[in-house]
């Protein structure tokens, strides 16, 4: 499969050479120290960069006591990776000096292209091209470069790579989309701690982008986690390959992504195209990659930090022992917003700390041990050791506060050591005590926070995390019904309109065709063909009219629902005939079709729609307009399993309607799981020819009754001429 | 109003000499220091309290060189604070003792009451009934004690106020419900600089509460705002009116409540009253009496840092400055989610940044310097002063990071002057800076913030509030209609079973008596007289079983609507009685009404209900089973004025339905406005009578068709026999 991704990719093969350079040139080498083309020289040798460094400029003959040479190509020996520090215009130039000494990898740091309007825009295009047509990869233009510092390269002109960093070894990996941001987060995390072991910005992204570090740092033993921040992802498969590679070899990807606020969405003919937003899609695709996405640089670093200390926890349950009632309760309150589970202790552990706990504390959780815990240090290791063994506790947690030195003597000692004798993550929420405390626990690889909600919040989401790989794990294999799509294809061309839609008749024939159950659904020549119709179909029906100029029937009054007699029939035949001439006086091909009236069940709204990056995108919602308005719906990216299907529903917020609200029986939602499933493996099957598939309603009868879609339109891309 | 509220609340006067006592007597004092009675003679002194002290222990003839006395009683002069360090079955008797003295005021540290069993539970009711019973007011039992630095009242045993703090005059008063876990916040505030003047935790409250304290802190001209760690409220109406009056006189009052993961629901007969959780209540009551909720500690202290550094803007427009494109996006987007507005600049401002930024430069929002904005000293300067100007600008923002010292010359100086020349707020988000930049930032005034989603946070709440404070200050005095509550209270009673429930037929008379439109309901006394009376009101009609012992009538088929004929009406006079007698086979009483069917309109759900802390709740969501599977809707607690009302059925996630949803009219709003402040009259009318309403649906037509009640039901406090 990777080697399939290299050959798609354009024959790239890894970037181990990226980032372990034999030989690197400085292209713009400047003997001058203010110059940016002096940075690079300078930092690779306080990094200690053990390879053949190259000056490149024709005005020097030496820089630094190192040999310049006037081009690459002039470079007596081989060049692994060629930094470019040149002014825009000549970079094109330099970078063909590259291709053709053969050098592997280059890093412009140059700006002035695409972020610089349609000048910079064609210089851009240039280098694409000469990425196209050589074997020349190139990170950037408009990059503030990239670091490794497991072996001192350092492609960077920022001032915080021109000395080594204090250590190294986090196993962290940071890719980011802005240069200067990237740099700010780096700092800060080395101030909190956290060397990052790889630095990535991306620039421009005309050659390299996200993905290929992404997939490259997935393969790597010494990352333990990734960071990403991102603003825009170019080629959405890949990355989505990418970070679920990560994702199964249990590489956390964690993600600040902006654009959350943006509230762009799509113009579409369905509903469900224009329901979703770009960011919706994104959010799918992190959920289902098993990216995290967070929302603040501190928690970024947190939930970073966790990994780092090996303090990711099994699950949910949290166990939570505490020098305060009051700040306990909180705490509780807290796990339970960031979705942990604080379960009362039952059986061994009850009876254990019942017989360790003073008479004034009870054996439930949070174990609330009073200003005892500080002078108790026996009471505060045995409880500990309870929790630790208990097997319906994924993680502790410490809740407590004040100057460790005046409550009791040894505390942080006796919390590293318990920490130490428990093999389950324990995160310690102290408040108020000084620096020196967190570093002292830090150090000891115990994560110390000074805000309890910060501590529940990166355990709640580390146990997101934890809890969706065990899922995965049980995952059975993802296999798509066969559909016969080639047929289906044939289907979808031969009834779509110039415009490439399928009417609401087209559109069911499809869909039954692709085995998902419809409504049965004449046509109707006449009055009396529709009475002959609702006849065989069996009363009540409903009456509707179709054309490809009647984009808005409901609204033209062109659906008359619950008709129970020859006559209700006949009447509505030529009302919606007349409705439809008097809304749109211009439409062609009116007709008339009759079908069953669906009645006594629960409507939903499913679809497919189709997003610029990530490709086809399934939608659900609760059908009706009151759903509608409340925008309750969920997001997914085929394709899915029974499990994401599930989850689909699950996450209405009014999925209590499908499960037996105010003594309704429970919907049939096994039989939606499957049309879900069914319209994922459509989706992937018909691949860029689907553009959008809506059904609304689909009926969901009671369990074991099914369910059936009521109406649905299909639009797929318009054949080129 | 506050001489009134005293006479409610017992005849208390203020606080003034709780909080600046001439003398104090410590109760239990000891001359040993590992003992908790030696610890408020100790603070005092190394607080450097000015007045008399008087320790107290028969025990004793000195303590720390003071004369020490057997009793209260026994002191020679007047004793204004009594500190109670005694064991708990000893604590009555020392009430006693200070209640004959004379004392004003006892601080009671000594635990072991109501939270500790029902012995407990009976001292704890001893010391209640000793302080309706004297003059003396008591703080506790159970409590960390109070502290006011100003005048080095210091009435705690906690080591941290053992030394005085490195500074005062913060204007921050910190009331906690958890007095160790109170003191872990005080702790960690000091760390950051800021130093709380008042701590103060209530305990068991058995005597003051934390609504005395509000009202108190309102009107002392030394605070600035006050920070609430809440667990629960005893008095309701008394701390919302104290949480109202610091909101008029622009006092924040920051508030952590425990409690959002409580999911308890009451038990209630009406749809409404079983929505609404007491968590959503709360969140009304901070929302309508202006204090803002915040989930965590840093949240709760970089709010306190804004209010202390008179950095509270004046609006929501946010205008962002900053040194990198990427991070300036990504700010964008958090000061959108957290509620603010970035607007485009235009006229003059535009103009100014125009002229006097570079190239590369754009005069939008945010305003990107890169890095020149370290080297151009004057570019930066010249942007804020621009800035600072335009009126439509309420905040600045600087986003940048990095080393300071390693970007630029006289970073922090620059930033420091900038904000000093502007009378709009500066707050700067820059991330990995060294501490002491935070701290030079700090001292200076400028609030400064590590990860720019705090920065943002912080903003977003302080902007919150000075919305809120501005809409309030354009409000008309609450005005409820004179309703003719005494006919109200008669109808009520006079029509309410046993159970005090009015069925609908009742409920809508109540309704339409109190000027609420309602649908005209007549009784049918046999099918006969249902087709007579549906005739009087024209086809089509809606048939209804009523029986105090029936429900659930729409479960039980007991409703029929849109019959259109006098056949029609006849069959389903059978129908609904023979389903209610088969539904509910005991069931008296059964009535049938008629009634017009109301069709076209929006329906919504509007209920009363009552709160057992802070009494009549009023709620409106929008009808039908799908919203309510989707709990949307709105909670406040009357009185409610049409400011208040608007926004109920604006925060609706649905409201877009009444604003004229996928082509339909807007519906109006204004009616049912006019109904909410009406109900809201009607709660306070009311008062206790009522327990619930419940309007089921309110039927809302086109803008200016008015909305009208279609069903209905009321319960009322059953009389005593």
Not at 70 to 97: C, F, H, K, T
Request: proline share 6%; hydrophobic share 45%.
């Amino acid at each position: 499969m990777d080697t399939q991704t290299s050959a798609q990719t354009g024959g790239r093969s890894g970037l181990e050479r990226f980032f372990a350079p034999r030989s690197i040139a400085v292209i713009g080498a400047s003997a001058n120290p203010a110059k940016i083309g002096a940075r690079p020289l300078a930092a690779l040798k306080t990094n200690g960069y053990q390879g053949q460094i190259y000056p490149i400029n024709p005005n020097y003959d030496t820089i630094g006591g190192l040999p310049c040479y006037p081009s690459a190509q002039a470079v007596p020996g081989p060049i692994d990776l060629a930094i470019v520090s040149l002014p825009a215009p000549l970079v094109p130039e330099a970078l063909r000096d590259c291709a053709q000494k053969g050098v592997a990898y280059a890093v412009v740091f140059s700006a002035g292209f695409a972020e610089a309007g349609p000048e910079g825009a064609a210089l851009q295009r240039e280098i694409e091209r000469i990425v196209a047509e050589s074997t020349l990869q190139v990170l950037g233009p408009n990059t503030a470069g990239a670091v490794f510092h497991h072996t001192a390269m350092v492609a960077s002109f920022a001032s915080t790579f021109m000395s080594p960093p204090v250590h190294q070894g986090s196993g962290i990996a940071f890719i980011t989309q802005s240069g200067a941001f990237g740099v700010y987060v780096y700092n800060l995390a080395q101030q909190l701690g956290l060397v990052f072991d790889y630095y990535i910005n991306t620039g421009n992204e005309a050659g390299l982008e996200v993905a290929d570090f992404l997939e490259y740092l997935a393969d790597r033993s010494e990352v333990r986690a990734v960071a990403l921040y991102l603003e825009q992802v170019r080629d959405g498969t890949r990355f989505r390959r990418a970070a679920e590679r990560c994702f199964r070899r249990g590489i956390p990807v964690i993600a600040v992504k902006v654009g959350r606020s943006a509230e762009a969405r799509r113009a579409a003919l369905s509903h469900t195209g224009a329901l979703t937003g770009a960011e919706d899609v994104y959010d799918a695709v992190f959920r289902q990659s098993g990216v995290v996405r967070v929302d603040g640089i501190m928690e970024l670093l947190e939930l970073l930090d966790l990994v780092v200390k090996n303090a990711m926890p099994r699950g949910r349950r949290a166990g939570i022992l505490t020098s305060t009632g009051g700040g306990g309760a909180w705490m509780t309150d807290l796990c339970r917003q960031a979705g942990l589970e604080v379960p009362e202790f039952v059986g061994p552990t009850r009876e254990a700390l019942e017989a360790v706990l003073p008479q004034f504390a009870a054996a439930s959780n949070p174990v609330d041990l009073t200003g005892q815990m500080y002078t108790q240090r026996d009471l505060f290791r045995r409880c500990i050791a309870i929790l630790a063994r208990d097997p319906a506790i994924d993680a502790l947690v410490l809740l407590s506060g004040g100057d460790p030195e005046t409550v009791g003597v040894g505390v942080p000692e006796t919390v590293v050591e318990a920490s130490q004798s428990s093999d389950k993550p324990l995160l310690v929420a102290w408040v108020g005590a000084p620096d020196w405390f967190y570093r002292k626990l830090g150090a000891a690889g115990v994560p110390a926070f000074r805000d309890p909600a910060h501590c529940a919040r990166a355990l709640g989401s580390a146990a997101d995390y934890a809890t969706r790989r065990r899922d995965s794990h049980a995952l059975s294999p993802r296999r798509p019904a066969d559909l016969g799509i080639p047929r289906l294809r044939e289907t979808l061309r031969s009834r779509a309109g110039a415009d490439g839609r399928l009417l609401e008749h087209a559109a069911k024939q499809f869909l039954a065709q692709a085995g998902i159950p419809t409504a049965e659904t004449r046509l109707a020549d006449s009055a009396d063909d529709a009475v002959a119709q609702a006849v065989a179909l069996g009363y009540p029906v409903v009456l509707k009219v179709e054309s490809p100029d009647l984009l808005h029937r409901s609204e033209a009054g062109g659906v008359i629902l619950d008709l129970d007699s020859a006559d209700a029939v006949r009447s509505a035949y030529g009302t919606v005939l007349d409705r439809a001439r008097h809304y749109a006086p211009h439409a062609r091909d009116l007709r008339v079709t009759v079908q069953p009236m669906l009645s006594g069940g629960v409507e939903l709204l499913v679809g497919l729609s189709r997003d610029p990056t990530f490709g086809p995108v399934l939608t659900v919602g609760l059908g009706g307009v009151a759903a509608e308005a409340m925008r309750d719906y969920t997001v997914r990216v085929p394709p899915i399993d029974r499990r994401e299907a599930r989850e689909m529903i699950a996450k209405l917020r009014g999925s209590a309607l499908l499960t037996g609200f105010r003594g309704g029986p429970p919907a049939d939602v096994e039989a939606v799981i499957g049309i879900l499933e069914r319209l994922s493996a459509l989706a992937e099957g018909l691949g860029d020819l689907l553009l959008e598939l809506d059904i609304n309603p689909l009926v969901v009868f009671a369990a074991g009754g099914g369910a059936v879609v009521a109406d649905a339109l299909v639009v797929i891309e318009a054949e080129s001429p």
